[in-house]
């Protein structure tokens, strides 16, 4: 494994940005009618929040930084990196035995990663697998937000 760059920031400042950037890939994502220059600006964002947990973060960290990078690649339909970080995503949650929610949106985003790719049958069996990871999480309102997440999914013709 490579060594870790340090460019200058402790740990501190490292999640500081890490948890800003991370909410602004979801001011943009929420944005109505993005430009162009504010989805180039949403990837760019996704990877330097990703990055930043990268230095610092916990499986966790770095499991939900893998998540959002593929959310913003399936929102601008690009299926191909919304897959590989999707399958990042999942493999931290599977090498760190991270269950609940986590692993629920990591199934989540291969459902909706293989939906922009128009997998249908990827789509339903990732589907199919996120739908049961929701009901093994402790939280209601955390199995709701998944859930309803789940909805929003576009169905393969």
């Not at 340090?6 to 490292?14: E, F, N, R």
């Not at 180039?40 to 930043?52: L, P, R």
């Not at 990268?54 to 959002?68: F, I, K, L, P, Y």
């Not at 931290?92 to 128009?118: K, Q, T």
Request: charged residues 25%; aromatic residues 8%.
């Amino acid at each position: 494994m490579a060594p870790k760059t340090d460019p200058g920031l402790d740990a501190t400042k490292h999640r500081e940005v890490g948890v800003a950037l991370f909410n602004h890939v979801w001011t943009l994502l929420d944005l109505d009618g993005r430009t162009g220059e504010q989805d180039m600006e949403m990837v760019h964002t996704a990877h330097a929040s990703a990055y930043h947990w990268m230095q610092v973060g916990t499986a966790e960290n770095r499991a939900r930084s893998e998540w959002q990078c593929s959310r913003v690649y399936a929102v601008l339909g690009r299926s191909e990196p919304a897959i590989w970080h999707a399958q990042q995503c999942l493999g931290y949650c599977e090498r760190a035995g991270i269950g609940d929610w986590d692993l629920a949106f990591a199934y989540e985003a291969l459902a909706r990663a293989h939906a922009v790719a128009g997998d249908r049958e990827e789509t339903a069996r990732w589907l199919d697998r996120a739908r049961q990871a929701a009901a093994d999480i402790a939280e209601d309102g955390d199995r709701q937000l998944v859930l309803s997440d789940l909805e929003t999914i576009p169905t393969v013709a």
